[in-house]
Each structure stands twice: as C-alpha cells, then as structure tokens.
C-alpha cells in the first residue's frame, strides 16, 4: 500500500512537471510569440498623452499662448514650476503683465499633469520625451519660453 | 542592528523550544536584498534552520507622505498616494477623490464610475499578474515571470494610452477622472479580456499543478482566522484564513453594489490558499471588467467642481479595497485649503505585521514563500 501511494506520487509529479516543461517548450520553439523589444535600437511608440515632460507650445510665429497667471505654479505640488513675470507696455501706453521666463525644474517633475490641467489658456502641454539623462544637474534645469517669443495676440 | 535584550528574551522563554544558548544566530536580510522585493529589512533569530523571530525594521524608505500632504491642496495630495502602493496606484487615487468628494458632496457623473470601475479592475489584474511572477520567482522559478509581465504589459499599454502613464496615473482627480477615455479603450481592453482568458489557464498549468511549488507553499505559514482578525489583516491574505473582508462587497463604493461578483474566501490558512484566492480573484476581476465595458454610458467624465477646494470642518474616513487589501484615508479638516492632517491606512503594514507568527517555526527558506504569499509592497509599508 505504502509502495502503491509512493508510486502514484512520484508519476504525479512527474507528470506535473512535464506538462510545465511542454508549455516552456512550445514557447521555445515559437518564434512568433517572441514579445522582446529592442528598445535603444528601435524607438517605442508611445501614445499622445505619454507625459515625458512639460513643454510650452510655440506656433510659426514664435507665439505662445502663456499670460504669466501662475496658475500652474500654484497647481504644482512640489515647486517645479517659478513663473517670472515683466510688464509689457501695450500700444495705448498702459502697463500689462507678461511673461519673462518660465522656469521649469525638471528634475522635480512627478508628471502629474496637474499643470496642463490649471492652464486657462492650454499653453502648456506634455511631451512624449522620456530619455532624460544628462551629465550635468543644471541641465534639468529648463527655460520654456523661447527666446524672443511672446504671447499670441487675443490670448487674455 | 538586533537588539541582544531580544535574543536574551528569547532564550529564556520554554516556547523558544529549549535548546542551548550558543545555538541563535541573528541575521539581517535586507534593506536591498533581492527577495524582498524592495527595502525591507528584516532582522531574523534563527536556531539552526528553523526561525525563532522575524522583526521587520521600518524606515529606510519612509518618506513622511502624510505629514506632506499637510502642506498639498486637496488636489495635489492625491497624487502622493500613487507612490505609496505604486501596484494599487488608480485605487489608492480612487481613494482619495472619493473622500474629498464625499466630503463636499459632489455627485460625480455615471460615465466617471465606470471608468473608475474598470481602471480599478485593471489595477488589480495588473497587480496580481505582478505577484504571481515575482512570487514564482522568490520560490526560484524563472519562467511564470516573464509569462505575467506579458499579459501585464497589455495592460501597462491600456493605461499609458488612456491616462498617460503606466505607474503613477494621477488619474482620478476630486469630480471624476482626468480627461475621457481614449478612443481605442474599449477595443484594447476587449483585446486584452480575449488574451488573457487563453492565457490564464497557462498560469495553472505551468505553476499551481507543479509539484515543487506545491511542496513549498501547501501547509506552510499558517493563519489561522482569529490571529488575521486580531493582527487586522486583510484583502487576501485574510480572505485566506476565512475572514470576509472585501470592502466592494461589504461597504460598497461607486458601482460595486450593482456588478455580479463573488468574494472568493478560502478556508485552509496557508500560502496555497493565499495563492488560490488571488488567482481566483484575477477571474472575477476579468467579470467585473466584462461585465462593464460594454455598457459604458456617455456623457461628462467629470464633474464641475470649484477651483479652490476647502473641505468643511470635520473627520472623514473613506475606504476602498486595493489588491493587497483595505486601504483607507482618513482626513480631518480644519476648514482650510490643505489638510489638518491625513492618515493612510494601508494594507501592507498590517499584513506584515503577521509576517512574525506566519514565520515562526518554519525554516528559513521558507520564509521568502511566506513573503511571496502575503504580496508585500515596500513602500506601501513604509511611507
Ligand atoms: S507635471 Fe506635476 S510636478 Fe510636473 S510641473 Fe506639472 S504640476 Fe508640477
Ligand atoms: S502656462 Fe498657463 S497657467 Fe502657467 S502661467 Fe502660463 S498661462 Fe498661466
């Protein structure tokens, strides 16, 4: 009896673990269910709302659409965002604030697009870059503005 | 780090099994060891084989999150908490929306509970995939993990295409979700019910029938019904040892008390009935997610909600059930923009509070396929 039980096990066993052996094997041999990415060779394809980074969009005309509210500074929870601001004289001669430099810490950056949410004005977007490795920390460091550009007209 | 008063203690106790003084050895596994999935550290007596003691030593992690989001809007400390379980995130966000909303009392539309609901289900599905590959792992086979990170991928590829990213969301904001579906969710999610139905039976197939994994895991770490109520355990590790502790079934939240699904409570205490309700719970999650993605109704995905959120004056406590367990938020308010201060009950320090009794008497090697059982996520532990 004690020989019967001991017999039936181990072919149990065996059998338990061939058929895992079998699942291994048919994925050995089946090279169209191979899945691995070559990733630094061929590029991802990410999808649109991938959050990389934080970037400022600028049309043709070196215009944004960025008044200088703060309202993503104060939407960010960690302080990654300093908005500094100037004031622009207007034709009529009146005094109106805008945009000098918006500063943007990427290494603080969670991505959590708490920023492009505040924005009244959809001047900020995220971008699909993920390769953000420098040699230098300041680098991360970033001026989103570009140089010379200003605030599309109409934007209020 | 052990403290020599504890092994004293211990050498003087008739339970440490009476046996001679030079025979204890403390050693540390971790705060980076490969099987504890992160920094745990935990300082272990052991009598030859067999372990006396598991003290599990907190900190080297601990970022003070709640003591953060006293300073955080109440829009802004939601996205902390995706780093406190990252394999739980949406349901850990889903948490916090819902306790700010509950405490202003905003109704959020039906098309945001169902996607809510189903991100959640996903949430799960990708978790417990995770665990099952890196539990197969820590017992030392190689292979089921490369089987669930596939499956897990699809998933990963779902999230990164509807909310941008494949960890931390910050999906679910005070009101509803962040922006509407993507256009494709409902194809990919379709695909990915049709893939992974095909596939997990594999899991079975490869894992659960083999006779080594059975050895290792089958009357092993032993919970028994009482000690996971009195240690509050909970998700499956306490639905393991007979304990009714889901949360969507006892106090449900969103849609939870109109979808079809069973709470699968398993009676026989050890590692193998820990594994056997978290596989089962991977089907009922493919059910519920089934059940709802064909019936998602249009309309906003979020509500309208002020632009400075201030919670009137009081305690709120909202719970949900995460893949490891009851995870709950707990905020007083002072009436302020930012809280008087926020408590997280997370699952995992719980669970791991049991790590100690599971252990005891069991050997070492053992140990790591209790760990494995429990689903331990470090930082959930130690925030
Ligand atoms: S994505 Fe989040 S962390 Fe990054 S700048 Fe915007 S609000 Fe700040
Ligand atoms: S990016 Fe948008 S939110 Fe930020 S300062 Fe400019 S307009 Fe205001």
Redesign the pocket.
Known sequence: MFLKNYISEVAGAVKSLLKGMKLTGYYFTHRKEIITQHYPEIKPQLPERFRGEVV?LHDENNEH?????????LACPNGT?K?ITKFDITPEGKKKKA?DT?VYHLELCTMCNL?VD????G??TMAQNFEHSVFNRNDLTKKLNKPGSKVRAGVE | MYRTTDILEHKQSPSAGGVGEAEYMVINVGPQHPATHGVLHLVITLNGETIINVEPHLGYIHRSIEKMCESLTYRQFIYTTSRMDYLSSHINNHCCAMSVEKALQIEIPERAKYIRVILDELTRLASHQLWWGAMAMDIGAITPFFYAFREREMINDIMEETCGARLTMNYMVPGGVMFDLHPNFQKRVKEFIAFFKSKIDEYDEILTGNVIFQNRVKGIGMLSKEDAISYGCTGPTARASGVSCDVRKLYPYELYNNIEFDEIINTGCDSFARYQVRMQEMKQSLKIVEQLIDNIPEGDFQAKTKAVLKLPKGEFYTRVETARGEFGVYIVSEGATTPYRIKFRSPGFSNLSALNHMAKGNKIGDLVAIMGTIDLVIPDIDR
């Open positions: 400022m659409a960025c008044t200088g509210c703060t309202a993503c500074e965002i908005i945009i918006f920023c505040a924005c009244p004005t001047a900020i």
